[in-house]
């Protein structure tokens, strides 16, 4: 397993430009789905990825990966990417978005656990503190309570594992393989499933589709090897609540494109968004890296 070298202040920017990225991708989806498949859509975008990241490796002298099972935590990572993709979008089709999205993000918090479980990291009462902040603005922002029980609720639940379960099989992954590489992997995996699923419902699309998927993949694959990186570089039970930052991201965007705003308990969730991230940075600044 590969000890991560601590440089949390720059893993924590790169989970924020990460969440950026990921956000706007978000925003323009929204739109897109109503005229694509779920799976057909994941399969050409992750196509444009793969071609993004091909020429990228190339420009910067590094090979292009094939799957190998003697790197089996990338197909791994792939196959968490690929089920939390799929889930998500699945689970939007039957559940309103706040409530979805309230669930999901409750993947900061299995992250935590999980690095604290399985990678023995050291863990404080501030880190619980700061995760939970976080987490309670998001519900403040979302508000999903009221909402009548349903199995379909686990979606998003799962779609929050399987996400946690790809940021910790990150850690796992040979030091020797570069980022893109990685994200190149990754991205293989979620092609090859979802263009499986996509040649039952395939559909015919024009270049305004094509134009829009086209920013998806470039704004994800700017994501990957940032996400990547920060895995890497930082202490996960560190980054985990900065993943939240993607809120404030998704309101300012909501404004710009659909006119929405914040009432007084939003604003309040968001101030403890990045309260929390706030928090976790001031609590370890100067505090010995263990070795």
């Not at 020429?55 to 089996?72: A, F, K, M, T």
């Not at 996400?227 to 900065?242: C, D, H, N, S």
């Not at 404030?248 to 990045?274: H, K």
Request: charged letters at 10%.
């Amino acid at each position: 397993m590969v000890t991560p070298t601590r440089h949390n202040a720059r893993a924590a920017g790169a989970v924020v430009l990460a969440m950026a990225a990921i956000t706007a991708s978000d925003a323009l989806v929204k739109g897109l789905l109503e005229e694509i498949k779920p799976s057909q859509f994941i399969f050409v975008r992750a196509l444009v990825i793969l071609l993004i990241l091909g020429v990228v490796l190339v420009l910067n002298n590094q090979r292009i990966p094939l799957p190998s099972l003697r790197q089996p935590w990338s197909l791994v990572r792939g196959g968490c990417e690929l089920l939390s993709t799929s889930l998500w979008l699945f689970g939007l089709q039957f559940i309103a978005l706040p409530t979805a999205a309230a669930l999901a993000w409750t993947s900061p918090i299995m992250v935590t656990l999980l690095g604290i479980v399985i990678l023995r990291e050291a863990n404080s009462l501030w880190r619980w503190v700061s995760v939970l902040i976080g987490f309670i603005g998001v519900l403040c922002v979302t508000r999903p309570w009221g909402t009548e029980w349903s199995l379909l609720l686990l979606l998003p639940v799962a779609t929050a594992a399987a996400s946690a379960l790809r940021e910790i099989s990150t850690r796992f992954i040979e030091p020797s393989a570069h980022p893109l590489q990685v994200a190149f992997i990754t991205v293989l995996v979620v092609a090859v499933g979802s263009g499986i699923v996509s040649v039952f419902e395939w559909q015919s699309f024009g270049w305004k589709m094509a134009g829009g998927i086209l920013v998806s993949a470039l704004l994800v694959s700017a994501a990957f090897p940032l996400m990547i990186m920060a895995v890497r570089l930082g202490e996960i039970t560190f980054i985990a609540p900065f993943f939240f930052t993607a809120i404030p991201f998704a309101v300012i965007l909501g404004y710009v494109f659909w006119g929405d705003t914040l009432d007084g308990l939003a604003t309040l969730g968001v101030i403890a968004i990045i309260a929390g991230g706030w928090l976790t940075a001031q609590k370890t600044r100067g505090r010995p890296s263990p070795e």
